[in-house]
């Protein structure tokens, strides 16, 4: 009954989050709004575009009620530059991922806010503007990074996953031949995957608390989990007896310098008196 | 669906996130955070679960009036319902099993510390006491009970060695940062400040990580 997998999503539960995206989908046929356990579809009435999960999206597809319209990121001009910006621009980070969504503000004109409440932000005023709980940060796949309107030449945190599922399922929706987009997401794969692999040497000196992946994507970081995990715990539990020493060396020229001061202090009355 | 739905979506003021919306998001994240970290964490309090375990009795309900109507327009809602229902199903249920696997690594661990107690829910905890009895008295039978008295307990402290197996609160852990913060690392050679900027990927120590999850700073994933 108890669950068998080790710490850590697996590649099928990481899909499994992908198919939660939203995307774009024109539909074909009028389909009523369906009362569902995570919120009400929207109704879909040709030719208006709607957001749907991706699952839903999928499955509407296969049974030809919809097109999926590809988000923006999955043309060739703009994977063309992720690639451009991977190899020759910065070729030691991972492309940075997409900016927080804006809206714009009903009370304000012209002003334009962030969809995730920040530090910076004004709580007050933005409990104002959408009633909405300040600590109900969003964040993938429930950001809407593969709709339409996202922005082009930025890759989403699922964007393995759902290009896969959208290449194989609804592929005469692309915008360029399926095979086009096809080999450049391969190379995109590969210059990443080669990525992932020298980012361990980052961890050179054996012994750095953290390692930043920023702009990694799920499905990358599920292939290489284990073998990241591994190594920063492996490399823990060698240096151990190394870690407690230093800590207490540490610890002992904290108090060393603490009794120098009550030291100091105990002359000082000794003085007085 | 009347005149006050369709202004309310059309209306770019109330672009509030429903509650369905966000117990679905509260559960994603407590899944994903209970799949990755080594340790249990605190059951949800905020009778999350009861929530979603009643809808979901409710939409099996829906279901099984639907599905006499054979209508083709509302049988194809209905493959929609099923499809998101196991989802739902998928999400507690693989929930349930990993919290259930935890407990069962480290039973006394979760069971001998108040604080810790609190972090099962009813049914957990009486599952972890059950658990634990069915099994000490397994060993009893089988060979703990030839050994003399002060031998025959599972929690013994003697010479400073505790026989409670606790989880690795240093392991690795992947998080996202949802802000801006600052994160003290324990490294094996240097101690560092991490100065994270929003959306940041870091691995790190669960120890570490363990606050600024709690504070909602940051995400597991």
């Known amino acids: 009954m108890a669950l068998p997998l080790p710490p850590g999503l697996t590649q099928n539960e990481v899909a499994f989050l992908a198919e939660m995206e939203m995307v774009t989908v024109v539909p074909r046929q009028r389909l009523d709004s ?135 399922h609804a592929g005469d929706d692309m915008p360029a031949p399926a095979g086009e987009v096809r080999s450049l997401l391969r190379d995109l794969v590969e210059v990443r995957a080669a990525k992932m692999r020298s980012s361990t040497s980052a961890l050179e000196g054996f012994g750095d608390a953290y390692l930043t992946l920023r702009g990694v994507g799920a499905m990358e970081l599920a292939e290489n989990r284990a073998f990241l995990a591994g190594l920063v715990d492996g490399v823990r539990k060698i240096g151990a007896s190394a870690e407690a020493t230093r800590r207490e060396e540490e610890e002992e020229a904290r108090r060393g310098g603490d009794y120098g001061g009550d030291g100091d202090e105990d002359s000082d009355e000794d003085m007085g008196l | 669906m009347d005149i006050d739905d369709i202004l309310r979506e059309v209306d770019p003021v109330s672009h509030q996130i429903p509650q369905e919306t966000r117990d679905l998001q509260d559960l994603t994240r407590a899944w994903v955070a209970e799949r990755s970290t080594p340790e249990l964490l605190p059951w949800p309090s905020n009778g999350l679960f009861e929530r979603i375990n009643d809808k979901i009795k409710r939409q099996i309900e829906k279901v099984e009036e639907m599905t006499g109507d054979m209508d083709p327009k509302t049988n194809f809602a209905l493959i929609v319902i099923q499809t998101e229902l196991e989802r739902f ?80 609160l240093d392991s690795a852990v992947f998080i996202r940062l949802l802000r801006d913060a600052e994160i003290e690392c324990h490294g094996v050679d240097v101690d560092g400040v991490l100065t994270g900027k929003e959306g940041d990927i870091v691995i790190l120590r669960w120890s570490d990580a363990k606050g600024l999850v709690e504070k909602g700073d940051a995400e597991l994933v």
């Not at chain 1, 319209?69 to 492309?95: C, G, N, Q, Y």
């Not at chain 2, 690594?105 to 658990?131: C, F, G, P, V």
């Not at chain 2, 003399?148 to 060695?161: C, E, F, H, K, V």
């Open chain 2, 89 to 168: 199903k998928y999400l507690v249920r693989s929930f349930l099993r990993t919290r259930i696997a935890k407990i069962d690594k480290h039973l006394l661990h979760y069971i001998s510390n108040d604080n810790l107690r609190t972090r099962m829910s009813q049914i957990e905890e009486a599952y972890a006491r059950r658990h634990q009895l069915l099994l000490h008295n397994h060993y009893l039978n089988s060979f703990l009970g030839t050994f003399p008295p002060a031998m025959q307990n599972l929690n013994d402290t003697a010479g400073n060695i505790s026989m409670i197996d606790s989880p690795d």
């Open chain 1, 34 to 168: 369906i009362d569902l356990l995570g919120g009400k579809t929207p109704q879909l009435r040709p030719p208006h575009r709607a957001q749907l999960p991706l699952w839903l999206a999928l499955l509407l597809k296969k049974q030809r009620r919809a097109n999926i319209v590809p988000p923006a990121w999955m043309h060739p001009a703009s994977l063309a530059e992720i690639i451009h910006r991977e190899t020759k621009e910065d070729p030691e980070a991972f492309s940075p991922p997409p900016p927080p969504p804006s809206r714009a503000l009903y009370s304000q004109p012209g002003t334009a806010r962030r969809l995730n409440p920040s530090y910076l932000d004004d709580f007050t005023q933005t409990q104002q503007d959408s009633q909405q709980d300040p600590n109900s940060i969003l964040s993938p796949p429930f950001l809407p990074s593969n709709v339409a309107e996202s922005p082009a030449g930025y890759l989403p945190y699922h964007w393995l996953e759902v290009a896969e599922a959208l290449l194989t």
